[in-house]
């Protein structure tokens, strides 16, 4: 049964700024900027801390907060996967052994809420042809890449691997960013959901919308008896910087 046991938070701000930079008889232009920032907190648990996934919940924290295991990188000696634990003296040490790893050894490694978001809009028409476009935005905040930890782990047989994995430890490659490639699965030696280089930065600009048009003039329009003819071409998603 599900049951209301805590409480949060939410608050932010969002902006909005609209205007026409130019207006003449033949040009006229708009410009729309949004722009929202939005934070989470919570203020109420019934426990000192709960996880939801790779997620901890503690009061002051925020729902959204990722804590994982700290990768430690590659031993060059023998090219094993390292991860970095505390030991019963509370000293950061390595270990091979990533079952040996506790959540009192996750590390907070980011939130998922971006900073800010928003969109920049504009149309810009002369005579009776118009250029609209729209971005959208995302500063801040991460993800995690579950994509990207699969295609490091060494599944069945035919299961795609990402290119960094060019990067792996062999005896001539004792420097590789990524561990040696064992015989058999072992989801943990490549890609245990506790690495925290799975753990991506979110920002992105986006072109989500591209329109060209062109409105019939009314001398036009009224001799094919319509009300209005527009034709148009447009796209969306064109290209995305992140």
């Not at 006229?28 to 920032?37: C, D, I, P, Q």
């Not at 476009?133 to 699969?150: A, E, T, W």
């Not at 561990?179 to 753990?199: E, K, Q, T």
């Amino acid at each position: 049964m599900d049951e209301n046991i805590g409480a949060i938070k939410n608050y932010g701000w969002e902006f909005q700024i609209s205007g026409y930079p130019i207006m003449t008889k033949d040009w006229k232009w708009k410009l729309s900027f949004n722009a929202t920032t939005y934070k989470n907190k919570i203020t109420s648990l019934p426990a000192e801390e709960m996880w939801s996934g790779n997620k901890k919940w503690v009061k002051g924290g925020s729902l959204y907060d990722f804590y994982l295991v700290e990768w430690a990188g590659v031993n060059p000696e023998n090219g094993n996967p390292m991860w970095y634990r505390y030991n019963t003296n509370g000293e950061k040490v390595t270990t091979e052994d990533y079952s040996s790893t506790t959540p009192d050894d996750k590390v907070k490694c980011g939130n998922s809420l971006p900073d800010w978001t928003g969109g920049l809009q504009s149309d810009l028409s002369f005579k009776d042809f118009t250029l609209s476009f729209l971005f959208s935005y995302s500063i801040g905040g991460k993800i995690y890449n579950g994509d990207k930890v699969s295609l490091m782990s060494q599944g069945p047989t035919g299961t795609g691997w990402s290119v960094d994995m060019l990067d792996r430890w062999t005896p001539e490659n004792t420097d590789a960013e990524f561990p040696r490639v064992l015989a058999g699965f072992d989801y943990n030696h490549y890609g245990a959901s506790s690495m925290d280089f799975s753990v991506q930065k979110a920002s992105f600009l986006r072109l989500s919308a591209l329109t060209l048009a062109y409105t019939f003039p009314t001398k036009v329009i009224n001799a094919l008896k319509l009300a209005n003819l527009r034709v148009y071409a447009t796209g969306s998603n064109h290209f995305l910087l992140n």
